[in-house]
């Protein structure tokens, strides 16, 4: 196994008057998203959004593309006749495909003074030229247990949950929000991206991958802070200690950007 740590701080950052973006990958700017590339993970930014603030109606073409709200609630609206407002604790899942415009705003009104977090996250899908989609679900109830939740996928052996279906059959996204000092497990895979949203917590290998578990072994024994990521590759099963109440999402992948098509 091998590891990188991405310290919170180490993060691109980059704002204007209504959004400031921490992005585990450079989003924005002179980048190549895809050069950069972790796995299938393309982009995975951690965003706060002014109240009433968003972006308008902007284009988008053979990208999957989800958002998971962590505070607040962000309205959606797009040409394909889907307008929903996705709320805290809920995943919003886009196909792009052959070209989808819409509208994503932070629903309260300005007001109101609230911002809104969301962690937003790029995968492409294994086919272009899809027809463009749009989903959403609560998983707050699913999540109470601080056990980790599929909540989406395009891997064949979560067809029939209730994660919402992604077009990459290379990837599956958990999210679980452990209780200080619960213990759970995270899948080992061929790639493997690990956020710490909120809280703190532990992570230990254990179990050995396709290339043993040597390097990063150090590097794993660190506490993760909010903001912190690790990058995993070929990695045993992951167990994750909460040290303090957490909330975190993985990215668990079979192929890399270039195998993804």
């Given at each position: 196994?091998?590891?990188?740590?991405?310290?919170?701080?180490?993060?691109?950052?980059?704002?204007?008057?209504?959004?400031?973006?921490?992005?585990?990958?450079?989003?924005?700017?002179n980048f190549d998203i895809f050069a950069n590339a972790h796995g299938v993970l393309a982009m995975h930014n951690d965003d706060v959004i002014g109240p009433g603030e968003g972006l308008d109606n902007h284009a988008h073409q053979n990208m999957e593309i989800l958002t998971w709200v962590v505070e607040g609630a962000v309205w959606h609206k797009d040409s394909h006749g889907?307008?929903?407002?996705?709320?805290?604790?809920?995943?919003?899942?886009?196909?792009?495909?052959?070209?989808?415009?819409?509208?994503?705003?932070?629903?309260?009104?300005?007001?109101?003074?609230?911002?809104?977090?969301?962690?937003?996250?790029?995968?492409?899908?294994?086919?272009?030229?899809?027809?463009?989609?749009?989903?959403?679900?609560?998983?707050?109830?699913?999540?109470?247990?601080?056990?980790?939740?599929?909540?989406?996928?395009?891997?064949?052996?979560?067809?029939?949950?209730?994660?919402?279906?992604?077009?990459?059959?290379?990837?599956?996204?958990?999210?679980?929000?452990?209780?200080?000092?619960?213990?759970?497990?995270?899948?080992?895979?061929?790639?493997?991206?690990?956020?710490?949203?909120?809280?703190?917590?532990?992570?230990?290998?254990?179990?050995?991958?396709?290339?043993?578990?040597?390097?990063?072994?150090?590097?794993?024994?660190?506490?993760?802070?909010?903001?912190?990521?690790?990058?995993?590759?070929?990695?045993?099963?992951?167990?994750?200690?909460?040290?303090?109440?957490?909330?975190?999402?993985?990215?668990?992948?079979?192929?890399?950007?270039?195998?993804?098509?």
């Amino acid at each position: 196994m091998t590891a990188t740590l991405i310290p919170a701080a180490d993060r691109h950052f980059w704002e204007n008057e209504w959004l400031t973006s921490r992005q585990s990958f450079p989003g924005t700017g002179n980048f190549d998203i895809f050069a950069n590339a972790h796995g299938v993970l393309a982009m995975h930014n951690d965003d706060v959004i002014g109240p009433g603030e968003g972006l308008d109606n902007h284009a988008h073409q053979n990208m999957e593309i989800l958002t998971w709200v962590v505070e607040g609630a962000v309205w959606h609206k797009d040409s394909h006749g889907n307008t929903e407002t996705i709320g805290t604790g809920s995943l919003g899942a886009m196909t792009a495909g052959k070209g989808i415009t819409h509208t994503e705003r932070n629903a309260a009104a300005r007001a109101s003074r609230e911002s809104v977090r969301v962690v937003q996250m790029w995968v492409p899908p294994h086919t272009d030229e899809l027809e463009p989609a749009h989903s959403t679900r609560d998983f707050n109830v699913a999540l109470a247990s601080g056990e980790p939740v599929v909540v989406a996928s395009g891997r064949p052996e979560h067809a029939d949950s209730d994660a919402l279906h992604i077009e990459n059959r290379f990837a599956t996204l958990h999210i679980a929000r452990p209780r200080t000092g619960q213990t759970i497990t995270l899948p080992g895979a061929p790639f493997g991206h690990l956020f710490t949203v909120r809280g703190s917590v532990s992570v230990n290998d254990s179990g050995s991958g396709s290339g043993g578990s040597t390097a990063g072994d150090d590097l794993v024994a660190q506490p993760l802070a909010e903001g912190d990521a690790i990058r995993f590759t070929d990695s045993g099963p992951l167990t994750v200690t909460a040290t303090d109440d957490a909330e975190i999402v993985y990215w668990e992948m079979y192929a890399s950007f270039d195998r993804a098509h």
